[in-house]
């Protein structure tokens, strides 16, 4: 890499590069180095107004014009763009991130779906013909909500870019993109990669800046319809306040504490596979984390024992060397928050199996061992709060029901997986579990096509699928009176 800093000095507005208000620079930390690697322009309240502005110009104007279709052709074309510039993007996004290159490389080929997924059903939103009466047509029409603002976390940004922008453009909204400080650049590569997608200037804007900043006047602007939002429920719930301000449609995805159960009837050979993957993919920086893993007693010692020998295998290491499983975390915060809940759970008396530190090889850099607790009880702050780094809850259990009562205590319902052969249990605990997406024999599949969000803390509404289509329209009821006879009039 060139050790040259990185520049975007501008902002992306109405299709054009702007200076930033304020003239100041976010500074990007690679988490590799620990030095600055990149400077992105900051964007505060003028330049959210600016752009909210643009957005909406574009909305009322051109962009109103376009057939659906057309609105589809140039998803598409975004697609072709990404799987284009993937390698550049991977490159970029781990010198940021700090992810491996090979995974962020998948994630922005991945990505790619998303907009063909939506670039096929922008011209299949319909609304429909109800039955209301004899002597009325009444129908239903799905219109966008106008102007979206998308609020992006850190820990995926071009997929969390992705799942906002394909469904709300495909619906014929605009949008404004504020992403998140920590990781800016790529941002900055979408919104120059937009253009030669030939959507019309102002249909995509792309303002970084501080989230208190950028991201809470985005959130309370009158002109801005919904908010999207990815991160923590906290910043969620300050969010909700600020956009209460005119009535904003929102949507969240927060975080997770995942319940992922392995009866003594799995496939064991594959749930320790999978188990592994799920606790300790990005370096545990991710919503749907299976970060407490409960095993049935009578399997335990042996699982526990297979799975910790797994994960002394797994290889910490520069993101970009293709033989790195993970890297480090995106930020010395995270570091600093892992690092505490690992002592955390010393403190609480639960059994540290493997890892709990930095790993010495490496002098600088954000990097932690893979951890993992045993005999964890189910009510420590161990097993009920998000800890977002790579520390996995290893809790026993005995039956059904004890399982089921402890993976839904706890505040978080995003995501949860169980493995067993036995189908009428895979299905009772599909109907019982307070999560938004269920896996079974499985972790986490996540697709285009698949809706995804959570109950509780874990979030409001659905990306993904169709349900998140939907969720960036709005539904107009229309009654045409088709009656001859002359209206009763109760006033006579
Ligand atoms: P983290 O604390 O892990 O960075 P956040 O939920 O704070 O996670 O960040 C997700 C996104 O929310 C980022 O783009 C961030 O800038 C933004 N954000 C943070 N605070 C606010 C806020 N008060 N209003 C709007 N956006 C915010």
């Known amino acids: 890499m060139s050790t040259e800093i990185q520049s975007y000095p501008k ?30 322009a900051e964007a505060d309240e003028i330049d959210i107004d600016i752009a909210v502005k643009a957005a ?44 491996p290159y090979r995974d962020t490389l998948g994630e922005i080929k991945r990505s790619a779906e998303w907009f063909y997924y939506y670039a096929g059903a922008a011209d299949k ?70 253009q030669d997608a030939g959507f019309p200037p102002g249909v995509i804007n792309v303002v970084p800046g501080y989230g208190k900043v950028a991201g809470s006047s985005l959130a309370k602007h009158p ?16 969010i909700m306040k600020d956009a209460a301000v ?24 594959k749930a320790l596979t999978v188990a592994l993957h799920s606790a300790f993919r990005s370096t545990g920086q991710s919503c749907s984390l299976g970060s407490r893993l409960f095993v049935q007693r009578n399997i335990y010692k042996e699982f526990v024992k297979k799975l910790i020998n797994r994960v002394r295998q797994i290889r910490v290491g520069m993101p970009l060397d293709k033989d790195t499983h993970i890297g480090p975390h995106t930020s010395k915060a995270q570091l600093d928050k892992t690092l505490q809940y690992i002592e955390i759970g010393k403190e609480e ?20 061992e893979p951890t993992v607790f045993t005999e964890v009880d189910n009510q420590s702050r161990l097993a009920q709060e998000e800890i977002f780094g790579p520390v996995l809850a290893i809790i026993p259990f005995d039956t059904d029901e004890d399982v089921l009562q402890m993976a839904n205590n706890v505040q978080y319902g995003l995501v949860a997986g169980l493995w067993t052969k036995d189908i009428k249990r895979a299905h009772k605990f599909a109907a019982d579990l307070e999560a938004g997406f269920i896996s079974i024999n499985t972790y986490r599949p996540i697709h285009w096509t698949l809706p995804y969000g959570g109950y509780k803390l874990s979030g409001y509404g659905r990306e993904n699928g169709l349900e998140a289509l939907h969720a960036y329209t709005e539904v107009k009821t229309v009654v045409v009176n088709l009656s001859d006879e002359l209206p009763s009039d109760p006033f006579k």
Request: charged share 20%; proline share 6%; hydrophobic share 40%.
């Open 125 to 194: 939103i319909q609304g429909e013909t109800i039955p209301n009466n004899p002597d009325s047509l009444a129908y239903t029409r799905r219109e966008p909500v106008g102007v979206v603002g998308a609020i992006t976390p850190w820990n995926s940004p071009i997929s969390m870019y992705s799942w906002k922008i394909a469904p709300a453009l495909a619906a014929g909204n605009t949008i404004v993109i504020k992403p998140a400080e920590l990781t800016p650049v790529t941002s900055m590569e979408i919104a120059r990669l937009s």
């Open 246 to 269: 005119n009535l904003k449609r929102v949507s969240f995805e927060c975080g997770g504490k995942a319940p992922h159960i392995i009866f003594d009837d799995a496939d064991l050979d």
């Open 11 to 40: 902002i992306f507005i109405g299709g054009e590069w702007v200076q930033p208000h304020s003239g100041r620079l976010i500074k990007s930390i690679n988490p590799v180095t620990e030095e600055v690697w990149a400077e992105v």
């Open 223 to 238: 002109l801005v319809n919904k908010i999207a939002f990815t991160g923590e429920y906290s910043t969620a719930q300050s």
């Open 56 to 99: 909406r110009e574009a909305f009322y104007g051109p962009w109103r014009r376009w057939t659906a279709t057309e609105r589809g052709a140039s998803l598409r074309k975004m697609g072709d763009i990404l799987l284009e510039n993937a390698e550049r993007l991977a490159f970029l996004e781990t010198n940021d991130n700090g992810k």
């Open 349 to 368: 008396g639960a059994h540290l199996a493997v890892g709990g530190k930095q790993p010495e090889e490496f002098t600088r850099g954000y990097f932690v």
